[in-house]
């Protein structure tokens, strides 16, 4: 179980490497990652009061290290305690992955850490996770990567005036479409949602014991919701974090051959539910 005040980082390889973690991502992730929670530690508290230990754990599939925050010195009685660092930062990783409303007063060196966790996804690993507490798990992935690095040249333009095109931010929504898990490793999968009407396809994040139904529905049209994640560039979301699912409702002459179909399928479906 994930412990208060630890930032546990597990990541696996490609499926060319075997699913083994190369020993030169890990070389890069160690020091990304002290600096971010060393970096947190300051913004949220304004200056350092935590020292790292650290732990490693490896079953030859997946790369295991997490970090655990100690306090330098114990408050002064009066004295308010010290802001988790691992909270902020993981925190701090979710506003970013959802480009939330005053993420652009983050420090930038501190972004650009959170940037370097994810460098090299898809490339030279598959991807990580971060937990940072009982249960928050981030998923760490070329979409974070993208999301940190849009934040940085925001950051760099400090005289732009430009105005955006379209929303950016988290949504809460509905679609409807096809779902299939494409990778099925750590606690946040990956999935593709392709819409009913456009075609197009959505990167889906699924968490893990959303699976076993995901898998119940393959090759059916569902009805989705869950959180929409936009961006600048399109009016398209650009990821979708599920939520739940049921079978889509079948429309038009689908209707007159329902029991032809299948005859344990229910007579109605009520979307109010």
Not at 175 to 189: C, E, I, K, M
Request: proline share 3%; hydrophobic share 35%; with cysteine.
């Amino acid at each position: 179980m994930q412990r208060e005040g630890t930032f546990t980082l597990s990541i696996w390889g490609l499926e060319g490497d075997n699913m083994n973690v190369r020993a030169d991502v890990m070389c890069k992730k160690l020091p990304a990652l002290h600096s971010a929670l060393e970096q947190s530690d300051h913004y949220v508290n304004g200056k350092k009061n935590y020292e790292y230990m650290y732990s490693a754990k490896d079953d030859g599939k997946t790369a295991v290290v997490a970090f655990r925050e100690r306090l330098l010195k114990r408050a002064g009685r009066g004295d308010p305690t010290p802001k988790s660092s691992t909270t902020a930062l993981g925190e701090t990783m979710e506003r970013i992955r959802k480009g939330d409303r005053g993420i652009a007063q983050l420090p930038a060196t501190l972004v650009n850490q959170i940037k370097k966790l994810s460098d090299d996804a898809e490339v030279k690993f598959s991807h990580a996770e971060g937990a940072y507490s009982v249960d928050r798990i981030i998923r760490i992935d070329t979409f974070l990567g993208s999301q940190a690095e849009r934040l940085l040249r925001q950051l760099n333009d400090n005289h732009s005036s430009s105005v955006d095109k379209f929303f950016s931010g988290a949504a809460f929504a509905e679609l409807t479409g096809s779902l299939v898990v494409v990778d099925g490793r750590g606690n946040l999968l990956k999935g593709k949602l392709t819409l009913d009407h456009s075609g197009k396809e959505i990167d889906c994040e699924i968490k893990k014991e959303q699976q076993e139904e995901v898998l119940k529905y393959f090759n059916t049209k569902v009805r989705t919701r869950g959180i929409c994640i936009y961006t600048k560039d399109s009016p398209v979301p650009a990821r979708f974090e599920l939520i739940g699912l049921r079978e889509a409702p079948m429309t038009g002459d689908l209707i007159r051959w329902r029991g032809t179909l299948n005859k344990e399928r229910p007579d109605s479906w009520d979307l109010n539910d």
